[in-house]
């Protein structure tokens, strides 16, 4: 066991385990971090564990170290299962398929408590789709929670719907910004392509650059064959870039409740999305932003780009400020964690943080 595990999980007993396995910064990592820092304000001890060191500097480990949010490697599942072992933590919450699947194998072999999220709004392709599968038919062996109706629908056994969630910002609304962007995975099921030809097709009509924010194996062809479009990479402080952009563009073909689209949200900046996965529950159209049809003619997504972009400073701060109201109401720290507390069996201890939190007000 490395010291830097001791010093993660020694002490006082975790109240839960958050592992995944992961080499970049997506939705998950982002939904763990959060996940991890609402448990940690609310007193649960909730350290974050990666099944496999994949090597480089990890973008998750520099935001959870921000955060002050304790961490440690595995060292895969035989890893797991020591520390398991030694630490006994009262719960183990895995996300994604690979830790799905080992979090809930070890879980058992240790008699600990496995409550697994099904992120994913796509089973993939290849392998990846055969291990998702595998993920699937195998959460009997845990609590099972989905980030969006779909998802839940498609497990074989009854899940737990729990919404995405992020913070509130106090970010000002700031509608004079000029960039267009998109987040995520450049991978076909998240439409990065349709956002570049959607960039390739306003170049004639708007002034607006377009902005991408991720990384993926479809970057190199897509930096090639799009050079107007600007690529950023894989970014942990989205909020920060979020101040310098208009509109937030999801062409997804395939999602759960993407995170992106909730922290833009949440930010004041507008989102126009494709009707799929959780975003038609979380988007009313030409309220709180936009939704567009889900298919590969980007036509329909430039009228609308150009629609929004005609709106008046205080037609869009109006989208803004309804986005942000649908975020502290709806998708905050406050709606998700009672339900993902009844799922680890320790709803008691939210009740107690709660009660003291009224006396600390009365006083």
Not at 5 to 14: C, I, K, Q, T, V
Not at 77 to 103: E, T
Not at 125 to 133: K, P, V
């Amino acid at each position: 066991m490395t010291h830097h595990a001791y010093s993660a999980l020694g002490g006082r007993r975790s109240d839960v385990w958050l592992v995944l396995d992961s080499s970049g910064f997506g939705g998950i990592e982002s939904h763990v971090a959060t996940l991890a820092a609402a448990l940690a304000q609310r007193g649960f001890k909730a350290p974050v564990i990666l099944l496999e060191d994949h090597g480089g500097e990890h973008p998750l480990i520099a935001r959870l170290d921000h955060e002050g949010i304790p961490h440690a490697f595995a060292g895969g599942m035989l890893g797991l299962v020591k520390l398991m072992r030694a630490h006994a933590p009262r719960v183990v919450h895995s996300h994604g398929y690979k830790a799905n699947i080992v979090a809930r194998l070890a879980a058992q072999l240790c008699d600990v408590k496995s409550v697994s999220t099904f992120h994913a709004g796509d089973r993939g392709t290849g392998r990846t789709r055969l291990y998702t599968a595998v993920d699937e038919t195998l959460s009997f062996l845990s609590t099972r929670i989905a980030v969006s109706h779909a998802i839940a629908s498609r497990i074989p056994y009854s899940c737990t719907l729990v919404d995405n969630f992020v913070p509130a910002s106090e970010s000002p609304i700031n509608s004079r910004r000029t960039g267009i962007g998109f987040v995520g995975r450049l991978s076909f099921e998240k439409g990065a392509d349709r956002f570049c030809r959607l960039a390739e097709a306003a170049k004639d009509v708007t002034d607006a650059t377009f902005h991408v924010f991720g990384d993926g194996p479809m970057r190199r062809e897509l930096q090639e064959q799009h050079p107007s479009v600007k690529f950023h990479g894989a970014v942990t402080d989205l909020e920060s870039r979020f101040r310098h952009l208009r509109l937030l563009v999801m062409p997804s073909r395939a999602e759960g409740l993407p995170m992106a689209a909730l922290e833009a949200m949440a930010a004041g900046l507008p989102v126009l999305a494709a009707r799929v996965g959780g975003l038609p529950d979380l988007i009313i159209d030409g309220h709180n932003g936009w939704l567009a049809d889900n298919n590969d003619d980007v036509r329909g997504l430039l009228e609308s780009v150009q629609e929004i972009l005609a709106l008046s400073k205080e037609e869009l701060d109006a989208v803004g400020r309804a986005a942000q109201n649908t975020i502290a109401t709806r998708y905050s720290p406050e709606n998700a964690m009672p339900k993902i507390l009844h799922a680890y069996g320790l709803e008691k201890r939210l009740h107690a943080y709660y009660a003291l939190k009224a006396e600390a007000r009365r006083a």
